[in-house]
């Protein structure tokens, strides 16, 4: 039963602290995060998981019935429309992707065995994990092409393939990939999830991809994105996760609330954007007059206001339907909030930025670094226009073929008009 934050002082209480911390603890580091090496990031990380972790918020995202001590996707929504509003502030508070995907994905398909030894170590953030289903010469728009192979040799599996775009794998201590393992079988059960630990043989990081986001692959403080070759990779038998043929289950699994904690955060970062623009509005002078006055601007922020207010509304009815319902009976109402989202995101940004003009355009402030990042939503978890099929296969299930339209039932439809006219008549006396 997901938390009823509507009504729960305790849990506002947190989501109080949440906003606080996020804006007086982790924000004003942003200046100079990138003048952070790795070691000096994690001694500064430290003491601000702890703060957060004293406040019973670590790794909330992993929900009690499954072993975490997470509320539900309702409430968590709630606070990822705080936490959005850093691009760090996942990572504090240890529901950063992919990490928190896995530990959904191992906490439904693992073994004992296999929580003990990558599960729990994750989510007490003594490991990283990534998750790799991407390949480089396939769309990634249809996993059912993925070539990636693991035959079962004895007691071990030999995996074969390449996959990139894989974030955090080359600084993950265990890869979880989607693999080929019964290429015989019905297209949705000829994949699995298999373990890879890092340092097995055969396994090569080739490459940290740069790109829009992260054009500089040196960065190494918040994730990467590697291009992984898997060569004759040996790995034990039980390292499988889930069911063998069963990982395109296993994935909805985990990329389902995934999709959601993305459009939330993508909110909370659109909202931050929202306040640089209506920030700089009152601070602003031209051509005799403040820009609040200027009609284009008023129409920036109203246009910004509505979105934005729409985007929350139909991500919080999503988070809800999948407390009440599941993941697989919201994925219309997820696919609904990732495309819109994304789109709300760009837009605002791309608003904002015009308003700052230069210096938006400049490095000066953050809305640059966010306009490159909100490039990447409409593509990650699955481009937006796979989610859109989703929503309209969903929705004509509910209508059903007329057929005869219209030449046979416009003369039966007048007619049946007129009775009914008729008939109020004659109840009118």
């Given amino acids: 039963m997901a938390w009823d934050f509507e009504t729960d002082p305790a849990f506002q209480e947190k989501l109080d602290w949440v906003r606080a911390f996020v804006e007086e603890e982790l924000i004003p580091l942003e200046p100079i995060i990138g003048d952070f090496t790795p070691q000096q990031w994690r001694e500064v990380q430290e003491p601000l998981k702890q703060q957060v972790k004293d ?28 936490t959005g509003r850093c691009p760090f502030a996942q990572e504090i508070f240890g529901n950063m ?3 928190s ?5 191992l906490a439904e398909g693992g073994t004992h065995e296999q929580k003990e030894k990558w599960l729990w170590p994750n989510l007490r953030g003594e490991l990283r994990s ?16 993925i070539t990636t192979s693991a035959v079962l040799d004895g007691d071990e599996w030999v995996i074969n393939g390449r996959k990139w775009m894989i974030t955090n794998a080359s600084i993950a201590d265990f890869i979880i990939f989607m693999v080929v393992t019964d290429p015989e079988e019905v ?10 630990e890092k340092g097995t043989p055969g396994m090569e990081i080739l490459r940290d991809i740069p790109t829009m986001h992260h054009p ?10 590697a291009e992984v070759l898997l060569n004759d990779v040996r790995v034990p038998r039980d390292n499988l996760v889930g069911e063998r043929g069963g990982g395109f289950i296993l994935s909805q699994v985990r990329l389902g609330p995934g999709r959601i904690h993305h459009a939330t955060r993508w909110l909370a970062e659109a909202e931050r954007a929202f306040d640089m623009l209506c920030e700089r509005t009152k601070s602003r002078t031209s051509f005799g007059k403040g820009y609040e006055k200027h009609q284009m601007i008023q129409e920036y922020i109203a246009d910004s206001r509505m979105e934005l207010e729409m985007a929350r509304l139909l991500t919080l009815r999503a988070a809800w339907k999948m407390d009440r319902d599941g993941h697989h009976a919201a994925r219309a109402d997820i696919a609904m909030v990732k495309v819109n989202n994304a789109t709300v995101l760009y837009n605002v940004i791309d608003r904002a930025l015009q308003v700052h003009g230069s210096l938006g355009y400049s490095c ?14 409409p593509l990650v978890d699955g481009a937006n226009e796979v989610h859109k099929v989703t929503i309209a296969k969903e929705e004509l299930k509910r209508y059903a073929a007329v057929d005869g339209w219209p030449s046979e ?12 006219f008729a008939h109020l008549l004659e109840a009118r006396g």
């Fill in 364 to 377: 000066d402030m953050p809305l640059e670094l966010m306009y490159r990042s909100a490039r990447m939503a």
């Fill in 216 to 225: 500089h692959t040196e960065y190494g403080l918040i994730g990467n994105h």
């Fill in 409 to 420: 039932h416009i003369p039966t439809r007048r007619e049946a008009a007129r009775q009914r």
């Fill in 187 to 196: 297209v949705y059960k000829r994949c699995s999830m298999i373990v890879v």
């Fill in 55 to 82: 406040q019973g918020l670590w790794a909330c995202h992993l929900e009690k019935e499954l072993g975490g001590q997470g509320f539900g996707q309702l409430p968590l929504a709630q606070m990822n429309l705080i």
């Fill in 130 to 145: 990534a998750f790799a289903i991407t390949e480089p010469f396939v769309a990634s728009t249809d996993p059912t092409q």
């Fill in 101 to 105: 995907g896995n530990s959904e994905l």
């Fill in 97 to 99: 992707a992919p990490d």
